[in-house]
């Protein structure tokens, strides 16, 4: 497939006016409309549904609009990372990051990878979730990820960087504010501003609320620390979260110890049978920064049977 019509296509979709579209790609409107025409054709496919005052996309034309923006996205930052290996760098390392890593361990990893590995670049993608990371990882679209196991499957390996373990993130006239520190029984019947079902900290929090008896009731879903900081600075719900995070971000919070907290790991992940030599000798310096950290150490096992 022709990346060119990838181009035409979504500037298209995006502007939903063939006018419009051509004024942006700077080209006429008659070929633009032959252009997408053509790649119907080659596809087989309508894309478009077209009318005298507005076009409007197909199931399969949403479907290319959203893959062929992230396709060109990925041709623009290839483009850029040669242009950058051409210019002199040593290489290019695309690091996905969960967005407790951001503040916590990326500061040292950055300083040191530019002292040890000069020329190095590394293109950095924060704020992003374990399964999003493992699949970027499994694509080609991420060499290294600093992401919260569990990772299922084979196709990605990781090494250990860090632990944390959960606290309790109050709103400030919340009753439990009473309490130094806090059981997890106590939280039974609270309402929970959680991360996604597919996070690997949310997986590990309902795994261990099930170990005590009662399933988290689920007041907000958050992608992000703080937007899930803020749902709990409302009033509407707590939060269990990473002791990465266990700082006063707003006057409106308040954090408690959980006794025998479920530890969250943060580990550096790569994809099995990488033979780059640029991921092994910055994962030679992970191993360096946290001498103590580079094994995988026990977990929670998940429940065989756990409650609806």
């Known amino acids: 497939m022709d990346t060119r019509l990838i181009r035409y296509f979504v500037a298209v979709a995006e502007e939903r006016h063939f006018g419009?579209?051509?004024?942006?790609?700077?080209?006429?409107?008659?070929?633009?409309?032959?252009?997408?025409?053509?790649?119907?054709?080659?596809?087989?496919?309508?894309?478009?549904?077209?009318?005298?005052?507005?076009?409007?996309?197909?199931?399969?034309?949403?479907?290319?609009?959203?893959?062929?923006?992230?396709?060109?996205?990925?041709?623009?930052?290839?483009?850029?990372?040669?242009?950058?290996?051409?210019?002199?760098?040593?290489?290019?390392?695309?690091l996905g990051s969960t967005g407790s890593a951001t503040s916590r361990i990326m500061p040292k990893l950055i300083e040191s990878s530019s002292q040890q590995m000069p020329g190095l670049q590394l293109n950095v993608q924060g704020e992003m979730l374990t399964p999003q990371m493992v699949e970027g990882l499994v694509e080609g679209r991420l060499d290294l990820a600093i992401l919260r196991p569990p990772v299922r499957g084979t196709e990605v390996d990781y090494m250990l960087l860090d632990r944390d373990h959960l606290a309790v993130a109050l709103p400030l006239d919340h009753p439990l504010c009473a309490y130094e520190e806090l059981d997890l029984e106590q939280l039974a019947g609270e309402k929970f501003i959680c991360y996604p079902p597919s996070s690997a900290v949310n997986s590990i929090i309902v795994d261990s609320c099930r170990r005590v008896g009662f399933v988290p009731r689920v007041a907000q879903v958050a992608s992000e620390t703080s937007t899930l900081l803020t749902f709990v600075a409302a009033g509407l719900g707590i939060g269990l979260l990473p002791t990465t995070h266990y700082l006063p971000h707003s006057n409106r919070i308040t954090f408690r110890p959980l006794r025998n907290a479920p530890a969250v790991d943060l580990a550096i992940a790569w994809r099995a049978g990488n033979e780059s030599a640029l991921v092994r000798n910055f994962l030679e310096l992970c191993k360096e920064l946290f001498p103590a950290k580079n094994t995988v150490e026990e977990r929670l096992e998940p429940l065989e049977n756990p409650a609806d």
């Open 20 to 94: 419009r579209a051509a004024a942006r790609l700077h080209i006429a409107q008659p070929p633009l409309s032959q252009q997408i025409k053509q790649l119907e054709e080659t596809l087989n496919t309508q894309l478009l549904i077209r009318t005298t005052r507005k076009v409007e996309l197909t199931n399969a034309g949403e479907l290319l609009l959203t893959r062929g923006r992230i396709l060109l996205e990925e041709l623009e930052q290839l483009s850029r990372d040669v242009r950058t290996v051409g210019d002199g760098a040593l290489g290019v390392l695309r």
